[in-house]
């Protein structure tokens, strides 16, 4: 069965320091894959996909992921943190051939320290 | 001008009432979704509409009854409130049923005391 994992449940950084979330997936072939982020009391909002093609993809807000096939991961990284970044982050996979239902990964709230 | 919109925000109401969420989105997408997410902010999909027309159909209790009356239209009735029920729902579209890119409301926090 489909299934995305994400093994950190809350990360704390510094402003300013990089950031990178981990994401990992289980899926039988090329999957789609998708970050959002939730901000208290919002919806969530799409930060980068992945469809095919390059494996290091860019989304809002300066973030971006890379796709590893061989280690099932769908990082997502920055390199400077912004306190605005605080947030909640959902890695995603789409769930081939079923009516374009996406199944989630557990979350990662993002705390940032000044 | 907001493009999926729910209402009510905030819906608190006893166990065993009937209440109903309604989703509407301007974004002239075909597909729209219901999400719930839990108190460990977990999401999982509930129902899927498409062009009113139902694709998908989780294992949710028939206390949920998802209704569209036009494509830009979805609104969730929930029968018999049940303690459990207590959650934040999330309406959300996509052009279609095999874009992924969903735009998502912004969510109504149910909770049933």
């Known amino acids: 069965a489909q299934s995305v994992t994400q093994p950190d449940i809350h990360i704390t950084v510094s402003e300013g320091a990089s950031l990178e979330l981990r994401c990992n997936y289980s899926y039988g072939a090329t999957p789609y894959l998708f970050w959002y982020v939730q901000s208290p009391g919002q919806g969530l909002q799409l930060l980068l996909k992945y469809f095919s093609g390059d494996t290091l993809v860019q989304g809002i807000k300066g973030f971006e992921a890379e796709f590893k096939r061989s280690q099932s991961s769908f990082n997502l990284r920055k390199p400077s943190v912004h306190w605005s970044d605080a947030a909640e982050y959902f890695c995603?996979?789409?769930?081939?051939?079923?009516?374009?239902?996406?199944?989630f990964g557990q979350g990662t709230e993002l705390s940032v320290k000044p | 001008d907001t493009a999926v919109s729910q209402t009510p925000k905030y819906l608190v109401t006893q166990m065993g009432n009937d209440k109903s969420i309604k989703c509407e989105q301007n974004?002239?997408?075909?597909?729209m979704y219901w999400y719930k997410q839990d108190s460990k902010k977990f999401l999982k999909i509930m129902f899927s509409?498409?062009?009113?027309?139902?694709?998908i159909n989780e294992t949710v209790p028939n206390r949920f009854s998802p209704k569209s009356p036009d494509k830009a239209h979805l609104n969730l009735h929930i029968n018999s409130l049940e303690l459990g029920d207590s959650a934040v729902y999330f309406c959300?579209?996509?052009?279609?049923?095999?874009?992924?890119?969903?735009?998502f409301g912004s969510g109504t926090r149910l909770t049933v005391v």
């Open positions: 509409y498409n062009n009113k027309e139902l694709i």
């Open positions: 995603a996979v789409g769930a081939y051939n079923q009516g374009g239902k996406l199944i």
């Open positions: 974004l002239g997408h075909d597909t």
């Open positions: 959300a579209s996509s052009q279609g049923p095999g874009h992924y890119g969903y735009t």
